[in-house]
């Protein structure tokens, strides 16, 4: 955006208002608020239209009675417990209700908190690892100066930055074709004394699978039991973590495994709030260091928190709230299962067509992503067919796997509530469409890769 000043549209100008805006200095006399109003919501008209974005989790549409919600409480500060006691009590039915869905093994003493998204959530549970580890071995007298981290190549960004602002070595067990996920394969190689924890995913954002826990926990105990290196597991479930105990209720992931120590999610994804809100549990009162709760004042007393944000809007808590009374557990999975069909339908049409192989096919959180058959074209990629996409509205994005296998290049689709069987539908006939004008092209399109800053 070179310009800078934004002409106002003449129908939107009023008495006393100028012909242009300016964009990067805050101007020296204010105009009249519908004016106002008209230049940024022009501004944002080339955002793209978030219901056909299939690249977010990122909930994009709510019901009305939900919107009316947000509005009476646009204004409520989640930090302002004492001002807005029913706004902190309900965050704390949340809190319980997902303890207890996660099965842990005493829901109402089971430390928890909202966050401001997973990312946050990772953070605190990170250092909650790391605090523990380092308590243990000061107390041993050993050394705790160099602690490492162990989870898979395809972790999301956010446990990079953990590392990276707190100061832990992370260590990546590559994906490969022969381990496309953290499956405790190597971990043997990768665990020592210094390591704080194991992070294993529940709905790995690159392809949707879900790692198995399990099995990463029963390698940990056979290290344990060789090396005697405790390791806990957090399990980043920020995907997962409102799909599985909906969907797939048998499968072990959460507190039943004992070597599980906290669990997050994301309230604006699969909880199917909007943005921001994440959730953070851990097993027990053991699990979290006391050393990390602040206290803030409630009604007359305090009330422990645990937060790297203070103020942050309340809304989503209650919007959180307003979604397990509304659905409840059959409603969850009738949502959740709805998405996975859907998933299950486009994967298998995009899977059926001659250039595509699947990846995943969106049988475990309702995602999937398929990459180009070798050898079926030198004319054309999977970023020339996101491009095509694009120009009808679609967004779905193409991006290289993570590191040791980053020569495959892949599309994901992200199904959320509110994409349904219709827009699927439409979905693949325009994907047929495309791929019909690519094959059709007698020479190669320009090489083009993804865009470094693209992040899952
Ligand atoms: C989205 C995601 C995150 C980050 O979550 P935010 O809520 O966007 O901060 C972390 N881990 C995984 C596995 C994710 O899918």
């Excluded at 003449?10 to 300016?22: E, K, M, Q, T, W």
């Amino acid at each position: 955006m070179s310009q800078e000043r934004i002409h106002v549209n003449p129908l939107h100008r009023r008495a006393g208002s100028g012909l242009f805006v300016d964009k990067h200095r805050i101007p020296d006399r204010g105009m009249d608020p519908l004016t106002a109003y008209h230049v940024v919501s022009d501004e944002t008209m080339l955002d793209g239209n978030a219901r056909l974005n299939l690249a977010t989790f990122v909930t994009t549409w709510m019901d009305e009675e939900a919107q009316r919600l947000y509005a009476e409480a646009v204004d409520k500060n989640m930090i302002d417990k004492d001002e807005y006691p029913q706004t902190a009590a309900i965050e704390t039915y949340c809190q319980r209700m997902i303890a207890e869905l996660w099965h842990a093994p005493d829901a109402a003493a089971a430390p928890a908190t909202s966050t401001i998204g997973s990312s946050e959530a990772c953070m605190l549970a990170g250092i909650a690892l790391k605090r523990r580890w380092q308590e243990k071995r000061r107390a041993a007298g050993q050394d705790a100066s160099r602690p490492n981290l162990v989870m898979s190549s395809a972790v999301q960004v956010c446990w990079e930055k953990f590392c990276n602002y707190f100061e832990v070595e992370a260590r990546y067990v590559p994906v490969s074709a022969e381990h496309p996920a953290l499956d405790g394969a190597l971990l043997e190689q990768y665990v020592d004394e210094n390591t704080i924890g194991v992070v294993a995913i529940l709905g790995v954002t690159y392809t949707g699978a879900y790692e198995p826990v399990a099995e990463i926990a029963a390698v940990l105990d056979a290290i344990a039991a060789e090396h005697g290196h405790d390791v806990p597991i957090h399990v980043d479930a920020a995907s997962g973590g409102m799909v599985a105990p909906f969907l797939d209720p048998d499968l072990e992931w959460d507190f039943r495994v004992a070597r599980v120590a906290s669990v997050n999610t994301s309230g604006h994804k699969y909880g199917l709030v909007y943005p921001g809100l994440g959730w953070v549990v851990w097993r027990d009162a053991e699990a979290l260091p006391e050393s990390m709760v602040f206290r803030v004042s409630y009604l007359g007393g305090d009330m422990p928190t645990l937060a790297l944000n203070f103020s942050r809007p309340g809304a989503q808590v209650l919007l959180q709230f307003y979604l397990f009374l509304r659905l409840g557990r059959d409603g969850y999975a009738e949502v959740q299962g709805t998405s996975r069909a859907v998933a299950r339908y486009l994967a298998d049409g995009i899977g059926g067509m001659e250039p595509f192989a699947l990846i995943s096919d969106g049988s475990t959180i309702p995602v999937f992503a398929w990459r180009l058959v070798d050898g079926h074209t030198a004319n054309w990629t999977l970023y020339d067919l996101s491009d095509r996409l694009r120009m009808r509205g679609w967004l779905v994005p193409a991006y290289p796997l993570p590191d040791d296998m980053a020569e495959i290049t892949v599309q994901r689709i992200v199904i959320r509530n509110g994409v349904t069987m219709d827009l699927a539908e439409a979905l693949l006939a325009t994907i047929r469409e495309e791929v019909a004008y690519l094959d059709a092209l007698t020479s190669p399109l320009p090489d083009r890769t993804a865009s470094p800053a693209f992040r899952h």
